[in-house]
């Protein structure tokens, strides 16, 4: 029987637990950045609500950035030899 899906060797709850596992943290590299620069600019820092909103949204810009730069590298399959 060739070409059935037992047959490549790809197991579907590693590859499922792989995604939720670079989703994860792909969404933690993001959103905590943003919430840090908030919270210590709103309570540390005294700032207005709206200063905080914009250095919070410059944060989380900069941050998805980086987030699109390593989800590339994540989408990569891993390599056979590097065991």
Known sequence: MSGSAGDDGKNPAGI????YAVSTLLAVIIAVPAIVVAVVTHFVFRTEIIVTLAASLITLFIAMGFGIKLAKRFARPPQKGSS
Not at 16 to 19: E, S, T
């Open 16 to 19: 499922i637990g792989r995604v």
